[in-house]
Nanobody, 123 residues
Framework: QVQLVESGGGLVQPGGSLRLSCAAS????????MCWYRQAPGKQRDSVATLITGVGTNYADSVKGRSTISSDNAKNTLALQMNNLTTKDTADYYC?????????????????WGQGTQVTESS
């Protein structure tokens, strides 16, 4: 089992910045990938940014160029820095990990989600 705890949400000003953090209960270097998702009121949950261990990162078009996903293996944390926030960024943000293992030749894949942190832009 992996526990993920997000933090850093809250009220932000238009055009402002935020930094979300996700703390994992085990070494994140063992994860295949770590991601940030968000879900706006009445909308589906969508991927925002993905970090694939040892490979790289990718971003949704809606945040590309103004967001950075990063990890700190020493602290077992994942971060999402977002700048130039707009009302469209108002959502609950979730951290997700993808853990893949091979046991006796069989591949296993596990996904874990955090409880989310709310980001609201104050107008």
């Amino acid at each position: 089992q992996v526990q993920l705890v997000e933090s850093g949400g809250g009220l932000v000003q238009p055009g402002g910045s935020l930094r979300l953090s996700c703390a994992a209960s085990r070494s994140i270097s063992s994860f295949y990938s770590m991601c940030w998702y968000r879900q706006a009121p009445g909308k589906q949950r969508d991927s925002v940014a993905t970090l694939i261990t040892g490979v790289g990162t990718n971003y949704a078009d809606s945040v590309k160029g103004r967001s950075t996903i990063s990890s700190d293996n020493a602290k077992n944390t994942l971060a999402l820095q977002m700048n130039n926030l707009t009302t469209k960024d108002t959502a609950d943000y979730y951290c997700k990990t993808d853990l893949r293992t091979v046991v006796r030749g069989l591949a296993h894949r596990y996904e874990y989600w955090g409880q989310g942190t709310q980001v609201t832009e104050s107008s």
